[in-house]
Every structure is written in C-alpha cells, then in structure tokens.
C-alpha cells in the first residue's frame, strides 16, 4: 500500500477535497491584498499605510541586552507555564495601568501575542453565531473579520469627532433584535480616525454599558502617544468591570507580539482556559525580554520618542492644511499615528486608489474600516513611520490628486 507521504505533494492536493470552514470567509477580502499588490507595481509611491512604530525608533539595542539577560533564566524559564504571564511582566503591566488612571491587580492581568490575540481570546470565550457586537464605525478592520469569523453581526456605531456619539446609542441599541454581546471601542487617538472620546463621553458609555448590561471591550494601543492636550484615564476608569486590552506593539515593537488582556473574574478564568488551549503561554523569553526592556526605561523611550511623532504629525498636518483642496476636511489628532480624511459624500477612495498610486502617493481607503464596507469616501493616513520630508511631500502629491477630481 502507498502512503499519502509517499506521493508527491501535487498528487495529494489533487485528491483530497479541501473544504475552508464558514469562519475564514470574513478573512478572504483584506486591505492589505490590494495595498501591497499596488505598492509592488508602484514601489516609488509614498506609502501612508503603516500603523507600526517607526524602525529607526525601535530601541533594538535596549531589547538585545534584555533578551541576552532574559535568557539569565536558563532552563527555568524553558519549560511549560506561565499560561498567565511571567509575574514580574504581569506586576509591571498593572502599575503602568494604576498611572493611567485605570488600576488592575496583576491577578487580573492575562499576557497575549499582541492585541490582536486579546481580541480573539475574548471573541472566543464570549461569542456565539448570531451575536451583535457593536464597534465604532469606523474601527480596526482586523477587529471587524475578527468577529465576523465568529459568525458575529458587526454593527457600525456613529461617530464624530468626539469618537462614539453615545446620545445616539439607546436609539441604537433599541432598534437592535438583542442586545450586543460587547462594545469593541478604540476611545484614545483611535485606529483610523485619531479622535479621542472627552471624559463626560466616557463616562456616559460606561452608564449606559452599565444601565444596558453590556460588557465594555476597550482597545488602547496608542495612549501612551500624547502631542498635546490633557490626558484622559482610560474607559475602564469609568467601567471597572470593562475589558482592557493592552500592547508593547507600540512602544517598544510590533513584532515583540507582546500585549495583554485586563479582564474581571470570572470572565478571567474563561479567558485563561482559551489561552491555555491556543497557545499554551506566551513565549516565556520573550515575556522576560520585555520585562526588563520595559522596566526603568520605557517612560523616557515613550517621552523620546513622543517627540518625534508630535514632528511628524505637526508636519503632516502643515501640508494637509498648504496642498489639500476645500473638499478634504478632517479633525486634527491629539496624539496617536493617524489622520483620518473625509472627503465630500459622492466621493469614491476606493475607485481613486490606483490615481493616487499612479501620482505617488498611496492611502488606506476608508470602506475598509467600516462593517460592510458601507461608506467609500474617507481615507486614512499614518504619520508614524515616515520621515518629515516624505510626509510633506506626499501631501503635495495627493493634492495634485484631489484636485483633478
Ligand atoms: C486598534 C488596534 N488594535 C490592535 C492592533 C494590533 O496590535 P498588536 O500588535 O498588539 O496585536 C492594532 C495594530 O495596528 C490596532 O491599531
């Protein structure tokens, strides 16, 4: 008899019938296929898209000393455990979150790969088919597929530029055929827009997420980078029992994959058994590596590198406000990585893609921040990970562009 091992591999893919599953439809269509299929054809154009910290603000020499010390540990530090967190990380991480104003004991404290695994550990323990989860419209787009994967409805909420218009929610939530499982919210310079939801907002949702029973889903990569203005604590200062999901990706480095989930118990002890079957633990290194990068000497890479991004946006800004015709309108952010720009209704940022990319600039359309792709006509920016000079220069292209319609 001939086992499938024993026949080339062309021979078996033929064969055996392959099936995906319902879940990974959501998955199929993604920004990041059209964008890097144009930055391939277009590799001159200036590319907006990058959400990640700028690389040469990546403090790699600070990290390769931690992780040479991380591995101080030996064969400690090897074995299964820590399903968790490292404890020392964990402590860490909730005396950064008692500074932001939104305390939680390190018990409480659950280390993820990065957000994104936050988001699919709670999307795991909480959602059924069926289920509403309401996000803000727009929002992350990997948030959205997220859910959606989970045969959850994702349902856009309003927003301006005070993040959700939580007047507006009863409304909502009435019209609704339940009530949603969650409320997935970016509330701090938000992931694509910039905006910031004031205190008195905040506070709002929490009353009603309160009054409605529903469970508050807060997503925080970016507060750590303020340019201006007064700090604002946390979601969870206002809904203690909220879920808080937290990342490094940020300020040290997306590729760390280290971030955290901040979760009341019970829901914790669900949350633990999903990670302990995904993936066991974190990476035990890794979790000690960021310990020791973080401790004593995050706060002052956070205020360096602050001031570079605060450039950056100042110099986007400038020449959004010298090269963009009347039509293009936007809210100036307080901090984070993204301007979010909204052009006239009829307006098609989909459709203008390939002109922008043919003109030397390239953008992320703003349909694929909203659930069903709903509305084409904003665009989003990034100002992270670009020098000054191409920031400015990319702004004079696009206006070349909006210009011819
Ligand atoms: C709002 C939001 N959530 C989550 C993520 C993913 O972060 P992580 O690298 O921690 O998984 C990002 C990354 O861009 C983001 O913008």
Redesign the pocket.
Same mark, same amino acid.
């Given at each position: 008899m001939t086992h499938a091992l024993d026949r080339p591999l062309s021979q078996i893919r033929q064969t055996r019938q392959i099936r995906p599953s319902r879940r990974i439809a959501p998955f199929a269509e993604s920004v990041w296929l059209v964008i890097d299929g144009l930055s391939a054809q277009r590799p001159d154009a200036i590319y907006y898209g990058s &959400?990640?910290p700028a690389r040469e603000l990546i403090p790699v020499d600070r990290l390769r000393e931690a992780s040479a010390a991380a591995w101080g540990d030996g064969a400690g530090a090897l074995g299964y455990g820590e399903t968790d967190g490292y404890a020392p990380l964990r402590e860490l991480i909730a005396a950064r979150m008692a500074v932001l104003g939104a305390p939680a004991d390190p018990a409480e404290i659950l280390v993820v %790969? &990065?957000?994104? #695994?936050?988001?699919d550990v709670v999307a795991r323990a909480l959602l059924e088919p069926g289920d509403i989860v309401l996000v803000e419209g727009p929002t992350?787009p #990997?948030?959205v597929r997220l859910f959606a994967s989970y045969e959850a409805e994702v349902v856009g909420m309003p927003m301006d530029a005070e993040g959700i218009v939580v007047d507006e929610l009863p409304a909502l939530l009435d019209a609704l055929l339940q009530p949603p499982k969650f409320i997935y919210a970016?509330p701090t310079f938000q %992931?694509p827009t910039g905006v910031t939801m004031p205190a008195a907002r905040r506070q709002a949702l929490a009353d009603l997420a309160r009054d409605r029973g529903i469970l508050l889903v807060e997503?925080d *990569?970016?507060s750590a980078f303020r340019y201006d203005g007064e700090d604002v604590p946390p979601l969870r200062a206002y809904a203690p029992d909220s879920v808080y999901?937290g990342?490094f990706?940020k300020t040290l480095a *997306?590729g760390l994959?280290v971030?955290w989930i901040a979760a009341p118990r019970p829901l914790y002890d669900h949350l633990f058994a999903v990670k302990e079957c995904l993936n066991i633990s974190n990476d035990r290194v890794m979790m000690r590596t960021v310990h020791r990068a973080a401790d004593g000497f995050l706060d002052d890479h956070i205020a360096q590198v602050r001031d570079a991004y605060r450039s950056r946006r100042d110099a986007l800004l400038g020449a959004m406000e010298e090269y963009l015709p009347p039509r293009a309108t936007w809210v100036r952010p307080e901090g984070g990585f993204f301007v979010w720009i909204d052009l006239e209704e009829e307006a098609d940022t989909d459709a203008l893609l390939e002109r922008a990319a043919a003109g030397g600039v390239i953008y992320l359309p703003g349909s694929w921040f909203f659930p069903g792709r709903t509305k084409k006509n904003g665009l989003r920016l990034s100002f992270s990970a670009l020098p000054e000079e191409k920031l400015i220069e990319g702004m004079r292209r696009l206006g070349q562009v909006l210009a011819t319609g």
């Open positions: &959400g990640a %790969n &990065g957000s994104q #695994e936050g988001m992350f #990997e948030a970016i %992931n997503d *990569p970016y999901l990342t990706s *997306p994959r971030g």
